[in-house]
């Protein structure tokens, strides 16, 4: 059966949005089928400023008169609510009074069904054959006024919109990206496992660290003159041989993500690369302006006989001409440091146009000098340093069992010295700093599925004198996290938001970043510090949805989010965190239940709605 569309608009006054018995305003109504052959009837509407989505489904019923036909209403993280400004009143699209329908239906846009969503914050919504909704939002031009789709010779399947300069935009959608995703995605195919990649800026490449796996007869063994040899292990054609490792560096441009002809580097066998990344290097001079590289660790394992060792390799891509047969070659890596140190090269990371590498129980400070490496500091560590991170001349590292270490590297005097740590032992994934305004925290992934922040207090008096790190929060994801990184906060102007910056959720001035993560299982996250003020507020909405709320299968997202400890623990868990997917659930309630749930909290649900909409704008990267 063919679901058509059936639209129903309302033409909406100044001040009708809300009536004196608080009785919302229902604006437009759209009926439409989505999906496959548009076989998945939707019912969208907008009732004052937010978007209600509702999934017909056949419902059996005994009464003949009754339709056998239900909806159920989507969750989505659609918001569009419109912030008034003190003093200036606004001019709403939806007071004018030739009104244009904000949800418009297409059919085919390069090669995707759904509907385009028009206003101040404009989004787009698919629902491709996996039956999932999907929502990505459009942020370039701001305001989009009304949109229509578009097609002809010179915009195959295209759309075309009126900007908020009252500009007439013609456009498409990139076919190279798959949107049936929480984001655009699109796919590299490397035919390898890659490890790290790292970005070039002067060149504008990709460095990628890549891995294959190939079938190994030989053994390697360690004779009596320390000499090493490899033996061949002779067996049947139905012995299992060891699977072995061979890694690789190439070098991939920006734009397409193509493969850079003759730029592959291969080592040799046994080698690993444990660490990759880009690190803008002081010269020999000290007002030499710093240059990029690309600078790789190497650890060599042969077995337990063989003692393990590494080497810290230095690379810089060169800009060359290009071969008129291979257009892409135009540039190559050239090696410029490659020597063999006293271990394994386990991390490594940059420190004020220093390198700094963790080889052995040592963490060492380098300095880049006429090609070669030249020893400028060091200091003694605990087991096994497999994580550093580095703000200013401030260094976190973590150790595989005993938590992590603050330090302080001095450039004058070249010398390095421990600030604080943590005593109690902790098998870490991975550390990052979390950065708040002036203030600065340390965020740890474990191997119970946890996340740990902790502070630097010196002035407390748990922290003996600012030798012991402060716990201050913790949360249970439910998966290893085994990488972070930092992101600055996405500042969005009044003409998108609809505020001042100076009033919104996220001042410029507080210089906040948001901290994501990846864990094991393939998931993406974020984390993003808020002011007290609106933590307060959010904290008590928080504990009010654990119980206001349906969960799945009845469980407690309280409990769940707990922080897990291997056996007994002489600390109680710190809930400091909050959970954003917990906190959406509040859209998804009627507006009597909206209201009933912030005038427990003292609060209204517009400033709960404002609070969510910051948090959701400031994580949009794109």
């Not at 890549?210 to 002779?234: A, F, G, R, V, W």
């Not at 060891?242 to 002809?261: F, K």
């Not at 997917?581 to 609060?603: D, P, V």
């Amino acid at each position: 059966k063919q679901w058509y569309q059936r639209r129903v608009a309302i033409t909406a006054g100044e001040h009708s949005s809300v009536g004196s018995e608080g009785i919302p305003t229902v604006k437009e109504i759209c009926v439409v089928g989505l999906g496959w052959r548009r076989q998945r009837p939707h019912l969208l509407t907008l009732i004052d400023d937010d978007l209600f989505i509702y999934s017909a489904f056949p419902y059996n019923t005994d009464s003949k008169s009754a339709l056998k036909l239900r909806f159920a209403k989507i969750q989505h993280e659609v918001l569009i609510k419109k912030k008034k400004t003190r003093g200036n009143k606004l001019l709403d699209m939806d007071a004018h009074p030739h009104y244009t329908p904000k949800i418009q239906h297409f059919s085919n846009i390069a090669g995707y069904s759904g509907i385009f969503l028009c206003g101040d914050l404009p989004y787009w919504l698919f629902l491709t054959t996996h039956g999932a909704l999907r929502t990505h939002p459009m942020y370039l031009d701001g305001k989009v006024t009304c949109f229509a789709p578009f097609n002809n010779v010179n915009c195959d399947n295209g759309f075309l919109y009126f900007s908020s300069t009252d500009e007439l935009r013609v456009s498409t959608l990139p076919t190279i990206l798959k949107y049936d995703n929480h984001w655009p995605v699109k796919k590299v195919n490397l035919r390898a496992t890659p490890h790290f990649v790292a970005y070039h800026h002067d060149t504008k490449t990709y460095a990628v660290c890549t891995s294959s796996p190939s079938l190994n007869p030989m053994m390697p063994k360690m004779q009596n003159n320390l000499d090493k040899e490899e033996i061949n292990i002779e067996e049947d054609d139905s012995f299992p041989y060891p699977s072995l490792n061979w890694y690789s560096i190439t070098l991939y441009t920006r734009d397409g993500w193509e493969v850079i002809p003759d730029s592959k580097i291969d080592f040799p066998k046994y080698e690993r690369v444990t660490c990759m990344k880009y690190m803008e290097l002081s010269g020999e001079q000290m007002g030499e302006q710093m240059k990029g590289y690309v600078v790789a660790g190497i650890m060599s394992s042969m077995g337990e006989e063989v003692s393990a060792r590494g080497k810290i390799m230095v690379f810089d891509v060169m800009e060359v001409v290009p071969d008129p047969d291979k257009p892409l070659s135009g540039f190559k890596f050239k090696c410029l440091y490659d020597k063999e140190q006293k271990g394994p090269v386990t991390e490594i990371n940059c420190i004020m146009g220093h390198i700094i590498s963790a080889i052995g129980q040592k963490i060492y400070v380098w300095s880049f000098l006429n090609n070669d490496l030249v020893g400028v500091a060091f200091i003694d560590t605990q087991i096994y340093i497999h994580s550093i991170s580095v703000i200013k001349n401030f260094i976190l590292y973590a150790d595989i069992t005993k938590s992590i270490s603050l330090l302080n590297f001095d450039k004058d005097c070249k010398t390095l010295s421990v600030v604080s740590r943590d005593y109690e032992p902790m098998e870490i994934y991975r550390c990052e700093f979390v950065v708040d305004g002036t203030n600065l925290g340390f965020i740890v992934s474990d191997s119970n599925c946890n996340l740990v922040i902790y502070s630097y207090q010196p002035e407390a008096v748990e922290s003996q004198g600012g030798m012991k790190l402060i716990r201050k929060s913790d949360i249970n994801i439910g998966a290893n996290v085994n990488t972070f990184f930092r992101t600055g906060i996405r500042i969005h102007d009044g003409s998108i938001l609809g505020t001042t910056p100076s009033s919104s959720l996220l001042h410029p001035s507080e210089k906040r970043h948001v901290t994501w993560l990846a864990t094991l299982d393939g998931a993406l996250g974020s984390f993003l510090p808020l002011s007290e003020k609106r933590y307060r507020r959010l904290f008590m909405l928080h504990n009010k949805l654990v119980t206001a709320v349906p969960h799945v299968a009845g469980l407690n997202p309280k409990k769940f989010r707990t922080a897990k400890m291997p056996g007994r623990w002489l600390m109680n868990p710190h809930r400091n965190i909050l959970d954003y997917q917990l906190l959406t659930n509040f859209l998804i309630l009627s507006h009597t239940e909206r209201r009933e749930l912030a005038k427990q909290i003292g609060t209204s649900p517009s400033q709960i709605i404002d609070d969510l909409m910051g948090i959701q704008k400031a994580m949009m990267i794109f």
